[in-house]
T-cell receptor
Framework: DTGVSQDPRHKITKRGQNVTFRCDPI?????LYWYRQTLGQGPEFLTY????????KSRLLSDRFSAERPKGSFSTLEIQRTEQGDSAMYLC????????????????FGSGTRLTVV | SQQGEEDPQALSIQEGENATMNCSYK?????LQWYRQNSGRGLVHLIL???NEREKHSGRLRVTLDTSKKSSSLLITASRAADTASYFC???????????WGAGTKLIIKP
């Protein structure tokens, strides 16, 4: 297992189209996170899974966004009817537990999917 | 809204010099983490410091935490060209699964 994998690395889509991104976490990690990052800014939390359960969603995640993690393994993030404001880097991360006393190693991030909506 | 604020926004130094970056945050935390991001890539975890710790070392990295001032600093000693990247602090102010990030410090090491 070489880390967190995200696919595709880059996606260019026309406004109004639907897009889907995939994230394969480290296999032993039961926690999976999606973040969004725009140029020159830090990441913003989107959603969090523990195993297959989606336990938290940010208010940034409008009804056009949906995320799944079937069987607690890989995860997908779908954006419907894309808008130019959706252009960003979408980052996936995984961890064995939350960062803290039991996990001094933080989260392992993938290389991200850069979405450009034209 | 962002919890952390890094300072400076950008830093350019000569190879071999030390680089210091600061992070301030607004609410109480359990821990604070520093990450590095190379241009267009994902984030790499550098170090985590808990709220009951004041200083932590990892190789050429030294992190301090002052909870009374709600601030942290990251020191990179003997900088190398490969250290060129953006550095972010992140806190668990809301929960241990929702990290709150600053806007980062862009560090450039000149050969």
């Amino acid at each position: 297992d070489t880390g967190v994998s995200q696919d595709p690395r880059h996606k260019i889509t026309k406004r109004g189209q639907n897009v889907t991104f995939r994230c394969d976490p480290i296999s032993e990690h039961n926690r999976l996170y999606w973040y969004r990052q725009t140029l020159g800014q830090g990441p913003e939390f989107l959603t969090y899974f523990q195993n297959e359960a989606q336990l938290e969603k940010s208010r940034l995640l409008s009804d056009r966004f949906s995320a799944e993690r079937p069987k607690g393994s890989f995860s997908t993030l779908e954006i419907q009817r894309t808008e130019q404001g959706d252009s960003a880097m979408y980052l996936c991360a995984s961890s064995q537990t939350g960062a803290g006393a039991l996990n001094p190693y933080g989260y392992t991030f993938g290389s991200g999917t850069r979405l450009t909506v034209v | 809204s962002q919890q952390g604020e890094e300072d400076p926004q950008a830093l350019s130094i000569q190879e071999g010099e030390n680089a210091t970056m600061n992070c301030s945050y607004k609410t109480s935390i359990n821990n604070l983490q520093w990450y590095r991001q190379n241009s267009g890539r994902g984030l790499v975890h550098l170090i985590l410091i808990r709220s009951n710790e004041r200083e932590k070392h990892s190789g050429r990295l030294r992190v301090t935490l002052d909870t009374s001032k709600k601030s942290s600093s990251l020191l990179i000693t003997a900088s190398r060209a490969a250290d060129t990247a953006s550095y972010f602090c992140a806190t668990d102010a809301r929960s241990n699964y929702q990290l709150i990030w600053g806007a980062g410090t862009k560090l450039i090491i000149k050969p």
